[in-house]
Nanobody, 123 residues
């Protein structure tokens, strides 16, 4: 499966942004999907994940502010980010895998990755 992320940009603290990831290739609906982020000088970390059945997982720092969703008809996943904070600044990556679900899976468990999109939150 090929993934193409889009929608990053510059936003002020407290603002909102939605990033998207379009998929092509194999049967999209069978895949677990995740959003990761990597800030400068830090390791890549999972932000949110959604299973093929629609169950979701969020890392503690984004709970109540971010929402992951998927549209299987459009082969697209979304990450709606509200009340953004400067510490959310990072490159955001979408990822897919057949053996991942709504849990805190490490990047190594996702075989397919998008190219990343930069989100910058100014204070």
């Amino acid at each position: 499966v090929q993934l193409q992320a889009s929608g990053g940009g510059l936003v002020q603290a407290g603002g909102s942004l939605r990033v998207s990831c379009a998929a092509s290739g194999r049967t999209f609906s069978n895949y677990g999907l995740g959003w990761f982020r990597q800030a400068s000088g830090k390791e890549r970390e999972i932000v949110a994940a959604i299973s093929w059945g629609g169950y979701t997982y969020y890392t503690d720092s984004v709970k109540g502010r971010f929402t992951i969703s998927r549209d299987n008809a459009k082969n697209t996943i979304y990450l709606q980010m509200n009340n953004l904070k400067p510490e959310d600044t990072a490159v955001y990556y979408c990822a897919a895998g057949l053996r991942v679900g709504a849990r805190n899976s490490p990047p190594s468990e996702y075989p397919y990755w998008g190219q990343g999109t930069l989100v910058t939150v100014s204070s």
